[in-house]
T-cell receptor, first 119, second 112 residues
Framework: GAVVSQHPSWVICKSGTSVKIECRSL??????MFWYRQFPKQSLMLMAT?????????EQGVEKDKFLINHASLTLSTLTVTSAHPEDSSFYIC???????????????FGQGTRLTVV | AQSVTQLDSQVPVFEEAPVELRCNYS??????LFWYVQYPNQGLQLLLK??????LVESINGFEAEFNKSQTSFHLRKPSVHISDTAEYFC??????????FGKGTRLSVIA
């Protein structure tokens, strides 16, 4: 079935530095990738939608200059948290929407998630 | 716009007892419905989904959910829970190629 691989699974960084999170579709082409953020004991909130070959679409309240999204190819989308601060500490998850035959068969089009801790 | 309401934020239940986790949705278009499970510090795992056809869907580990269009509900049930079922459960809705909209989650705690 469809597999989305997210890396790294966890990262600790110093305040003020930048962190890049990668999300790859391993056996299918993802023209779209959704990025979610989950604060502790809360639900997943959509941050932005990345589209291969065009600019990402950000949800209201999400700073596009802080959360840089690049969809460089049909199999790779990246989220870069720039000038990270402790309040950016969260669980970030990418997700590729179902495509074609995978719509019925897929059981895993979410990445494994990245736990970001900013100290 | 779509929304999902999970009425119970926490559900404690004794081992081997039945459980129901409630989910109601709101949408102006046809929807697909999902239940995901999340164990501590892990990503989401798809538990079951309703796309079309039979309104009762089952998972391999004993959970089932029934799509009720008139009540706009997709409640999750299990007749006998195990300690290992302790986790966070999220109900989600989508119109197809759109991002999933998640409920706030229900924390299921199974007590020995």
């Amino acid at each position: 079935g469809a597999v989305v691989s997210q890396h790294p699974s966890w990262v600790i960084c110093k305040s003020g530095t930048s962190v890049k999170i990668e999300c790859r579709s391993l056996d299918f082409q993802a023209t779209t990738m959704f990025w979610y953020r989950q604060f502790p004991k809360q639900s997943l909130m959509l941050m932005a939608t990345s589209n291969e070959g065009s600019k990402a679409t950000y949800e209201q309240g999400v700073e596009k200059d802080k959360f840089l999204i690049n969809h460089a190819s049909l199999t790779l989308s990246t989220l870069t948290v720039t000038s990270a601060h402790p309040e950016d500490s969260s669980f970030y998850i990418c997700s590729a929407p179902p495509v074609g035959e995978y719509w019925v068969n897929t059981e895993a089009f979410f990445g494994q998630g990245t736990r970001l801790t900013v100290v | 716009a779509q929304s999902v309401t999970q009425l119970d934020s926490q559900v404690p239940v004794f081992e081997e007892a039945p459980v129901e986790l409630r989910c109601n949705y709101s949408s102006s278009v046809s929807v697909y419905l999902f239940w995901y499970v999340q164990y501590p510090n892990q990503g989401l795992q798809l538990l079951l989904k309703y796309l079309s056809g039979s309104t009762l869907v089952e998972s391999i580990n004993g959970f089932e959910a029934e799509f009720n269009k008139s009540q706009t509900s997709f409640h999750l049930r299990k007749p006998s829970v195990h300690i290992s079922d302790t986790a966070e459960y999220f109900c989600a809705v989508s119109s197809g190629n759109t991002p999933l909209v998640f409920g706030k989650g229900t924390r299921l705690s199974v007590i020995a």
